[in-house]
């Protein structure tokens, strides 16, 4: 992957596919708490057939910089604004996922010239209290844990009784857990936190409205990690945002359903 220098930091990202003509506007994905982009291969699998991606790994994870914190979601915006100008991106279409919905949220705020259209996957506006202690667990057990009992617990977190119930499914849960056990680029737990923080403090309510661009919030209704009505208030809070919420799934929506999602949006990003 390459490195560029942005916002302070050395920042890692790497890009798939070219779009089916020089003019094809990109694609920018944004991977959510603790995840490294290449959490994204099982999409980019489809998407990289259709667009140019760029996948970029966040402050705190993966192989860019991890400072010590707290960080914020404006300066996480702050620091794809900076890798797309330095990969001379002039204008993406952003897919965002949980935290990554909270950065997508702030760059189309804070740099509108620079975003196309916006996919906000399980996405807050604001956290509530139960929400924000929901974050601080995450920030003890990641201190406490193993690296496999922390990967059961965020399973937990955000997989829905289906795939808890599939034979399939549940084995590779497990495969995961571990193989996280074993994981090459473990998070360290000031990374984590630094992520956290900003997921706690993020609060772009007011400023939705501000949101001009043609918008997909998508989620599913058994999350229990962000809430239903976390999605509906995203959605009623930008002009013109379309809502999508897949029966009997959870906050991995997008892996539970893999294939219905990557056709779903793909023929989105196409038409907007």
């Not at 794809?80 to 909270?102: N, P």
Request: proline content about 5%.
């Amino acid at each position: 992957m390459p490195t560029i220098k942005t916002n302070g930091i050395q920042f890692h990202y790497e890009e798939r596919g070219s779009g089916k003509s020089p003019d094809d506007i990109p694609v920018l994905l944004i991977m959510g708490i603790t995840a490294p982009g290449s959490v994204w291969n099982v999409h980019l699998a489809d998407w990289q057939h259709h667009f140019r991606c760029i996948i970029g790994d966040n402050r705190g994870v993966g192989l860019t910089d991890k400072p010590a914190g707290p960080y914020s979601s404006e300066q996480m915006a702050d620091d794809y604004a900076g890798l797309l100008d330095a990969i001379q991106a002039k204008k993406v279409k952003v897919v965002g996922c949980s935290m990554g919905s909270t950065i997508a949220q702030q760059l189309a705020i804070r740099h509108p010239d620079k975003v196309h259209s916006l996919v906000l996957m399980c996405p807050w506006a604001r956290c509530d209290n139960y929400a924000k202690g929901l974050f601080q667990h995450i920030m003890n057990a990641k201190a406490r844990f193993r690296p496999e009992e922390f990967s059961l617990y965020i399973q937990l977190l955000i997989f829905s009784k289906s795939s808890w119930d599939n034979s399939e499914k549940h084995a590779d849960l497990e495969k995961g857990r571990n193989q996280d056990a074993f994981g090459a680029f473990p998070q360290p737990l000031h990374g984590l936190e630094g992520q956290a923080a900003a997921c706690i403090n993020h609060n772009a309510l007011d400023d939705l409205s501000k949101i001009q661009k043609p918008t997909l919030v998508i989620g599913g209704k058994e999350d229990i990690f962000t809430p239903v009505w976390m999605a509906e208030e995203v959605a009623n809070g930008i002009p013109g945002a379309e809502l999508f919420l897949y029966e009997k799934l959870g906050h991995a929506f997008h892996f539970e359903n893999t294939d219905d999602f990557n056709l779903r949006v793909r023929d989105w990003l196409l038409a907007h």
